[in-house]
């Protein structure tokens, strides 16, 4: 059965640091997309980062370019996103998500996405 469970959220301060952490089960030895993506109050849920556990490719949301960094451990079959000089537009709730699929470049698209963790807050002020 798969599992996505996320873990890392808290409260900062603006220009302060999180990392984010994906703890994936079900997937052992499946190439596929996985992504971190937020929703901020009000607002619909928007892709941030994602990565192609088989091609190591990444991809990310104009906003957060050159300020976060996705990765995957396959070793722990573990997704993280560092996110470094956060602003107050960076509040949301932030979701783990994937989808089984050999691909080279996924997309930040909700809809692309199968499996969703149930998110963990982050909440940056000033």
């Known amino acids: 059965q798969v599992q996505l469970v996320e873990t890392g959220g808290g409260s900062v301060q603006v220009g302060g640091s999180l990392r984010l952490s994906c703890a994936a089960s079900?997937?052992?030895?499946?190439?596929?997309?996985m992504g971190w993506f937020r929703q901020a109050p009000g607002k619909e849920r928007q892709g941030v980062a994602t990565?192609?556990?088989?091609?190591?490719?990444?991809n990310y949301a104009d906003s957060v370019k050159g300020r976060f960094t996705i990765s995957h451990d396959n070793t722990k079959n573990a997704l993280y996103l560092q996110m470094d000089s956060l602003t107050a537009d960076d509040t949301g709730l932030y979701y783990c998500?994937?989808?089984?699929?050999?691909?080279?470049?996924?997309?930040?698209?909700?809809?692309?996405?199968?499996?969703w963790g149930q998110g963990t807050q982050v909440t940056v002020s000033s």
């Open positions: 998500a994937a989808k089984i699929g050999v691909e080279l470049y996924c997309t930040t698209r909700e809809g692309y996405y199968v499996d």
């Open positions: 079900g997937y052992t030895g499946v190439s596929r997309c």
């Open positions: 990565i192609s556990t088989g091609s190591g490719r990444t």
